[in-house]
């Protein structure tokens, strides 16, 4: 049984950066479809990132060019680079996996949250002066 645990949420200044990892276990994260997910109170859950086993990543307009999704095969690990930080980006961020999975983002597919099988607890971000 696959499952994944956040980590790495926090309180950040505007402009600031932080990094959120997502550890998996129970499978090979170079087989996996991994994203990230966030959710602000009172608002729907957004896909904003996702990165394929092919190591093609897709980006939302909300984050491209202040985020960035890579993995660590070694640590069986994902993470989220979180650049230039913004109040707006203030929400519940969640690590989702597909394992194994054959989703090709070549193009720029985002994949929703019905596409991933398991999903971690959240970590909170917060970014505030």
């Known amino acids: 049984q696959v499952h994944v645990v956040e980590s790495g949420g926090g309180l950040a200044q505007p402009g600031e950066s932080l990094r959120l990892s997502c550890v998996v276990s129970?499978?090979?994260?170079?087989?996996?479809?991994m994203g990230w997910f966030r959710q602000a109170p009172g608002m729907e859950r957004e896909k904003f990132v996702a990165?394929?086993?092919?190591?093609?990543?897709s980006y939302g307009d909300s984050v491209k060019g202040r985020f960035s999704i890579s993995t660590d095969n070694d640590k069986n690990t994902a993470y989220l680079q979180m650049n230039s930080l913004k109040p707006e980006d203030t929400a519940m961020y969640y690590c989702?996996?597909?394992?194994?999975?054959?989703?090709?983002?070549?193009?720029?597919?985002?994949?929703?949250?019905?596409?991933?099988?398991?999903w971690g607890q959240g970590t909170q971000v917060t970014v505030s002066s």
């Open positions: 129970g499978s090979t994260i170079s087989s996996c479809l």
């Open positions: 989702a996996a597909d394992c194994p999975s054959t989703a090709d983002l070549w193009g720029g597919y985002l994949p929703s949250d019905f596409e991933y099988t398991t």
């Open positions: 990165i394929d086993r092919y190591r093609t990543a």
